[in-house]
């Protein structure tokens, strides 16, 4: 909550397993560089949270993804190394 209140003119969210533990995670860092781009808790849970991890609906992964893509730079572990 403290964070989301900090002001600038620009923000980055810095993390080594985004969507690792679940998909929720993402939630939070996603809502403070971009606030309402994945609507509010019970919607983003609803579409997304839940048939993601609970029922493995690889739909709403895949929107959940174009909807992210743009904002995340993503490199594996041998691109790192």
């Known amino acids: 909550k403290a964070v989301s209140m900090l002001k600038s003119r620009n923000k ?4 080594g397993t ?14 403070f ?3 309402g781009l994945l609507g509010n808790i019970s919607h983003f849970q609803h579409h ?9 609906d ?9 909807i992210i893509a743009p904002f995340l730079l993503r490199r594996t572990k041998e691109q790192v190394a």
Do not use: C, W
């Open 58 to 66: 690889k739909e709403a992964a895949e929107t959940l993804r174009k």
């Open 18 to 31: 985004p969507v690792e533990n679940n998909v929720f995670d993402l939630y939070a860092q996603m809502n």
């Open 12 to 15: 980055a969210v810095m993390t």
């Open 33 to 35: 560089s971009n606030p």
């Open 48 to 56: 997304f949270s839940t048939p993601i991890d609970k029922h493995g």
